[in-house]
């Protein structure tokens, strides 16, 4: 690690200083390998918190960019472009036949579900039913239906109309829904709240449940897809469809992007026909270099037939850990699904405290991974990632697990 690297050095002068960053500074990426300032190589399995899918510089992706690059970048959304009307029509036949719109994040992704969600309660309509441990973003709605005290510290007063209930319990949703709800949000698994899987059957029973009394089910997929759990979008796990799913991460492949993919019946209070203006914008939304290359990343996994790897690398993975966990008495549990994975800890007896402690001696190790709440470690590579890496990543972390470096 190189502390008094002129890059972090100005950092500190000249950027907001609200990432807690390591004394490491990126200048290469490839495939699944990241190299330093130093000409450190790491091996990258959490994928920058899940974006990169197809991990760096994938050369189809390159190619999509350069292609787009050189032919048009931005008209401003009154006009049209071919790459954002392909991406749309891809997520429509991967997913439920939804009509998108684009955005630059997750979080957006979200607030544009809100607002919509708002609109198609018609004024009568409009709290947001949420769940605890659940993660949705920062901006001021988002951050409302994240269910996490800790991003909403400082920042009242807050935006009204968001509910909490316990992740994975369908009759807390049961007893909160009342005659002002408009939809539920909620992850298929949820990822910063530590990769909780819920019960097979939770996301059928909040369709029925939504059904019944009438409310929007919105699914936030921004970490589970693109085909990072075995399926393009989580939800397809659970024979079900939602009303609106939003997407970001993976979608851009580390570009700037974010979906609002709505049902055609709930998109219709978005046409702004309907609205009698313009009822949401932003004017960089679905820029057609993001899109070019998101488009892409579709065919590229279809092509290459990633979803299936997903799932069995996925697995291997789990049982491998779980095994490991059995033998050293250091993981608690292995959670997740394809290449989405939670590891939580057992630090009773062990050397390290927190998945921190491991996620840092990782990182001096060369090897990258993440981490989510106090005691789980993150796995997420990129879907590209070869049998040889996964088991150099996994030999290393298990030396580490047991207090080898
Ligand atoms: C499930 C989920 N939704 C939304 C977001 C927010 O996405 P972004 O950071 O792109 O705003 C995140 C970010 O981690 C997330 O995990």
Same mark, same amino acid.
């Given at each position: ?29 490839r ?25 760096h510089c994938h050369d189809d992706l390159v190619a999509a960019a350069t292609k %787009?690059i ?12 071919? !790459? ?11 997913? #439920?036949?939804?009509? *998108? ?5 997750? *979080? ?29 973003? $920062? ?42 709800? @408009? @939809?539920?949000?909620?992850?298929? +698994? %949820? ?52 009303? +609106? ?8 492949c ?9 049902? !055609? $019946? ?6 702004? *026909? &309907?609205?009698?203006? &313009? ?14 290359v998101?488009?892409r990343? #579709?065919? &590229? ?15 291997? +993975? ?40 491991? &996620? ?41 697990? %047991?207090?080898?470096?």
């Open positions: 690690m190189n502390a008094v690297d002129p890059v972090i050095t100005r950092h500190d002068l000249f950027m907001t200083r609200n990432y807690p960053r390591y004394a490491i500074t990126m200048v290469e990426g495939g699944c390998v990241l190299t330093d300032t130093a000409g450190r190589k790491y091996l990258d399995l959490f994928s920058g918190f899940g974006a990169g899918i197809l991990g %787009q050189n032919k048009l970048w931005h008209v401003g959304n009154l006009l049209h472009t071919e !790459p954002q009307t392909r991406l749309a029509e891809e997520i429509s036949a991967k997913g #439920f036949k939804g009509r *998108s719109f684009f955005c630059h994040s997750g *979080s957006d992704a979200n607030e544009a579900a809100f607002k919509l969600a708002r609109l198609y309660g018609q004024g009568r309509r409009y709290k947001i039913i949420a769940t605890l441990g659940s993660f949705h973003g $920062r901006g001021f709605a988002a951050m409302m239906a994240t269910g996490q005290d800790k991003v909403r510290t400082g920042f009242a007063p807050f935006l009204e109309g968001f509910e909490h209930v316990p992740y994975n319990d369908i009759k807390a949703v049961a007893r909160a829904i009342d005659d002002q709800t @408009a @939809a539920i949000i909620v992850e298929p +698994i %949820q990822g910063e709240g530590g990769v909780n899987v819920p019960d097979a059957d939770y996301l059928s029973e909040l369709r029925r449940l939504c059904d019944e009394q009438e409310i929007l089910l919105i699914v936030d997929e921004v970490w589970t897809g693109c085909g990072r759990t075995g399926r393009w979008f989580a939800y397809q796990e659970s024979g079900i469809e939602p009303d +609106i799913m939003t997407l970001g991460k993976a979608v851009g580390g570009l700037a992007l974010g979906v609002m993919c709505a049902h !055609p $019946r709930v998109a219709d209070q978005f046409d702004s *026909s &309907v609205y009698g203006g &313009v009822p949401h914008a932003t004017t960089l939304g679905g820029n057609c270099i993001a899109t070019a998101a488009a990343m #579709f065919e &590229v996994i279809e092509r290459d037939g990633l979803l299936k790897r997903a799932a069995t690398l996925g697995e291997s +993975i789990m049982t491998r850990l779980r095994e490991f966990g059995d033998k050293t008495g250091l993981i608690k549990q292995v959670r997740g699904r394809g290449l989405f994975i939670g590891v939580e800890l057992a630090s009773e007896g062990a050397w390290f405290d927190k998945a921190a402690d491991v &996620v840092n001696r990782c990182l001096e190790s060369g090897l990258l991974i993440g981490s989510a709440q106090t005691h789980v470690l993150r796995l997420a590579p990129p879907m590209i990632v070869t049998d040889e890496q996964v088991d150099q990543g996994l030999t290393q972390l298990e030396q580490i697990l %047991q207090g080898g470096a």
